[in-house]
Nanobody
Framework: QVQVVESGGGLVQAGGSLRLSCAAS????????MGWFRQAPGKEREFVAA????????TYSDSVKGRFTISRDNAKNTVNLQMNSLNPEDTAVYYC????????????????WGQGTQVTVSS
């Protein structure tokens, strides 16, 4: 079993920045693909970003590309999501997720999830 805990959400004005962090338990953190997803009220869960085991492969959704940056620190068992130039459409609960295997963007293929952290962007 892998425990996943997100932190760093909050309220920010449009144009501002937030940094989300995710800690995942387990001695095999360096073997996990890590992903960020988000879900706004009344909408389906959507992919945000994901990073491969080594950090050498990264993928972003078109809606956040150029504004968000995902990174990982295998020594600290953490993955971060730096979010810049936020806009109200980024308002959602953000989830960190873990899987073993290839880098994918489909949320149903991730095995372990955090409880989510709320990000609210005011206009």
């Amino acid at each position: 079993q892998v425990q996943v805990v997100e932190s760093g959400g909050g309220l920010v004005q449009a144009g501002g920045s937030l940094r989300l962090s995710c800690a995942a338990s387990g001695r095999t953190f360096s073997s996990y693909v890590m992903g960020w997803f988000r879900q706004a009220p009344g909408k389906e869960r959507e992919f945000v970003a994901a990073i491969s085991v080594s950090g050498g492969s990264i993928t972003y959704s078109d809606s956040v590309k150029g504004r968000f940056t995902i990174s990982r620190d295998n020594a600290k068992n953490t993955v971060n999501l730096q979010m810049n130039s936020l806009n109200p459409e980024d308002t959602a609960v953000y989830y960190c997720a873990v899987r073993q295997g290839t880098l994918v963007r489909t949320w149903t293929r991730y095995d372990y999830w955090g409880q989510g952290t709320q990000v609210t962007v005011s206009s």
